[in-house]
């Protein structure tokens, strides 16, 4: 079963709109941690916004935000007043603290910001 | 904040020859490197974990004869993919788990290695 599902393949979004990506996670484990990192074309990996299982706040970054719904096990990241350098791969990633410790990412999900 | 540098960051080389990928950290101790594999518009696929002083583990399909890998020192991981051939052609990242300055453990990835073969 995937760890992590991201359904959105490809979103389009016009600049300086604010725009969510949808994360769901499967696990057991009561202590983790979710991610989110950018990924632009040249490749590297750039981290964006952490959440942890026992944090009761959402946690925000800048114009980054993740609606962090425990029960449904959701993990949204919500780009506010996005911006043309916005355009990249997004994925979503967990790290469960009880098994293995590994990073496990999502499929990504290809964000393009329309002019 | 802690950085792992990877290098090279982009390689072509022939059929049947070794590339080497080195990642190290650079103002941390790595004792855990992870290093996945990316093909285009896909995710990240972890290969192996190597752990610093012991063998590495290997995910279930990645053949260890072929992608050798090296954790001798508390900053130094490589992987070796030997007899390359066009279809081990891919993105190679690496990344270390710590925790930094944001209190929490996360991931510092190197900047990845785009491997051709020809």
């Known amino acids: 079963a995937q760890k992590i599902t991201q359904t959105q393949p490809g979103m389009f979004v016009q600049e300086k709109e604010a725009v969510t990506l949808d994360c769901t996670y499967d696990?057991?484990?009561?202590?983790?941690?979710l991610f989110w990192y950018k990924q632009p074309s040249s490749g590297e990996m750039i981290f964006l916004i952490y959440q942890g299982s026992y944090d009761e706040q959402n946690a925000t970054e800048g114009r980054y935000s993740l609606n962090f719904q425990k029960a449904r096990k959701s993990a949204n990241l919500v780009i506010s007043a996005s911006q043309l350098g916005d355009s990249a791969m997004y994925f979503c990633a967990m790290r469960e603290y009880n098994y293995g410790q590994n990073f496990v990412f999502g499929p990504g999900t290809r964000l393009s910001v329309l002019p | 904040g802690a950085v792992v540098s990877q290098h090279p960051s982009r390689v072509i080389c022939k059929s049947g020859t070794s590339v080497k990928i080195e990642c190290r950290s650079l103002?941390?101790?790595?004792?855990?490197m992870f290093w996945y594999r990316q093909f285009p518009k896909q995710s990240l696929m972890l290969m192996a974990t190597s752990n610093e002083g012991s063998k590495a583990t290997y995910e279930q399909g990645v053949e260890k004869d072929k992608f050798l890998i090296n954790h001798a020192s508390l900053t130094l991981s490589t992987l070796t993919v030997t007899s390359a051939h066009p279809e081990d052609s891919s993105f190679y990242i690496c990344?270390?788990?710590?925790?930094?300055?944001?209190?929490?453990?996360?991931?510092?990835f190197g900047q990845g290695t785009r491997l051709t073969v020809v």
């Open positions: 696990t057991s484990d009561q202590s983790y941690g």
């Open positions: 103002d941390f101790q790595a004792t855990t």
């Open positions: 990344s270390a788990p710590h925790r930094g300055e944001r209190k929490f453990t996360e991931a510092f």
